[in-house]
């Protein structure tokens, strides 16, 4: 809109919170006095209050607005192979949004519904999080994923696709696994690789943290 390009060329600097973001900005609006500053977070306690139920068998899922764009519905298909492997195994995604009715339809058409659990908002996301073994993120279109950020703070390794900002948030082979791609079967094979060594995601998790 022409008011927030007059508005920002008033500006002395404008920071976007990656150069993904920056790079849209550039597109949309031209050169501008541009400064990449990351989020961040204060690192928070690694002994959360997590649900009760997540303490019942493996997690994985995603926390944030269920938006259509955010891709939930690849989140499910990603994670059907996982949740047949044993009928302990659970799937997370908390949020509400105009996607909710969607995936749960779509979670019974897979036959995963009971496996999965949508507890709708959830005001601290910490405690969720906590509890998950892998964030599963498969929104091509990110700029940041702020979500990946809070994960990695508390050691939980993250399994996304090389789009948008996520690639600046998530190192691949270092704090969690990137595929090129965020096709579902992709995705699969990220949880596959999580699930066959524990190790690697312990590994993956501590350097979370430290970045």
């Not at 997590?50 to 068998?57: N, P, S």
Request: charged share 20%; proline share 8%.
């Amino acid at each position: 809109a022409w008011w927030l390009r007059r508005s920002v060329r008033a500006c002395d600097r404008v920071v976007p919170v990656s150069r993904c973001l920056q790079q849209q900005m550039l597109e949309q609006l031209g050169p501008l006095a541009f400064e990449v500053i990351p989020n961040a977070l204060e690192l928070p306690d690694l002994q959360q209050p997590v649900t009760a139920r997540q303490r019942q068998g493996p997690w994985l899922g995603y926390v944030g607005a269920l938006l259509p764009s955010k891709r939930g519905d690849r989140v499910l298909l990603a994670s059907r192979g996982w949740l047949a492997g044993s009928p302990e195994r659970r799937l997370l995604l908390a949020g509400e949004g105009p996607a909710l009715e969607a995936l749960q339809t779509l979670a019974g058409e897979l036959g995963i519904l009971e496996q999965c659990w949508f507890p709708g908002y959830v005001e601290d996301p910490l405690p969720y999080l906590a509890g998950l073994q892998l964030l599963v993120h498969a929104n091509p279109e990110e700029t940041f994923s702020l979500v990946s950020l809070e994960a990695m703070a508390l050691e939980v390794p993250g399994g996304s696709c090389r789009a948008g900002g996520i690639a600046e948030v998530v190192v691949h082979g270092e704090t969690g696994r990137v595929a090129e791609g965020c096709e579902p079967a992709a995705l699969g094979e990220l949880i596959d690789r999580y699930q066959q060594s524990p190790e690697l995601r312990a590994g993956h998790g501590r350097s979370g943290r430290a970045r």
